[in-house]
């Protein structure tokens, strides 16, 4: 079945460390994004990828890096510059052809401090 | 600014009754609406998307309708397997996808 897989399901990261979170889809779509989710708060963008080998910061770059070596695969990284990680991160894929734009979202990964 | 407000933030309802969740946007250039699904500790499920004023979608005991300002999500004869937060987002008129999430609307149907 196609789709978006995320891992790990949780994650623990200790202060200083930086942590790798894995996005892969195998929906061939030429998009995809990581979205932070915070209690009381809508989905804020972190950053997002529409072609291989090339990215953009999003609404909360600050303390992320990422990387599209492949179509299929996004990781995100949370560095030690982060300074409060401890969310629920949610990676999507869309195609870039208008209208059919609908995000589709893997299945998150909670992210928290030690 | 661009924003997107969604009420009530939570909502109780029991089995077949009825109502309505409200989306408010203020987004420029707005090119569609979307409304979203999400279970506890999953990720959002796609359900609509409404492009134009006076557009409607339905599937099973879900509808939604837009208007210039706000967008619904009428749910009629809920059951309880409708409980879940109902997220809506508004794409603005970039050269991609950027979506401008409300915070949701948290919906549970008692048997």
């Given amino acids: 079945d196609g789709g978006i897989t995320q891992s790990p399901k949780y994650l623990f990261r200790k202060e200083g460390q930086n942590v790798t979170l894995s996005c892969e889809q195998n929906l061939n779509h030429d998009a995809m994004y990581w979205y932070r989710q915070d209690p009381g708060q809508g989905l804020r963008l972190i950053y997002y990828s529409q072609i291989v080998n090339d990215f953009q910061k999003g609404d909360i770059a600050e303390g992320y890096s990422v990387s599209r070596e492949k179509k299929e695969s996004f990781p995100l990284t949370v560095t030690s510059a982060q300074k409060n990680p401890t969310a629920f991160y949610l990676c999507a894929s869309s195609t870039t052809d208008s209208p059919n734009e609908k995000l589709f979202f893997g299945s998150g990964t909670q992210l928290s401090v030690l | ?111």
């Avoid at chain 2, 600014?1 to 089995?15: H, I, K, M, N, Y």
């Avoid at chain 2, 309708?65 to 397997?81: D, Q, R, Y």
């Fill in chain 2, 1 to 111: 600014e661009d924003q997107v407000t969604q009420s009530p933030e939570a909502l109780r309802l029991q089995e077949g009754e009825s109502s309505s969740l409200n989306c408010s946007y203020t987004v420029s250039g707005l090119r569609g609406l979307f409304w979203y699904r999400q279970d506890p500790g999953k990720g959002p499920e796609f359900l609509f998307t409404l492009y134009s004023a006076g557009e409607e979608k339905e599937k099973e005991r879900l509808k939604a309708t837009l208007t210039k300002k706000e967008s619904f999500l009428h749910i009629t004869a809920p059951k309880p397997e409708d409980s879940a937060t109902y997220l809506c987002a508004g794409a603005m008129n970039t050269g991609f996808q950027k979506l401008v999430f409300g915070t949701g609307t948290r919906l549970l149907v008692s048997p």
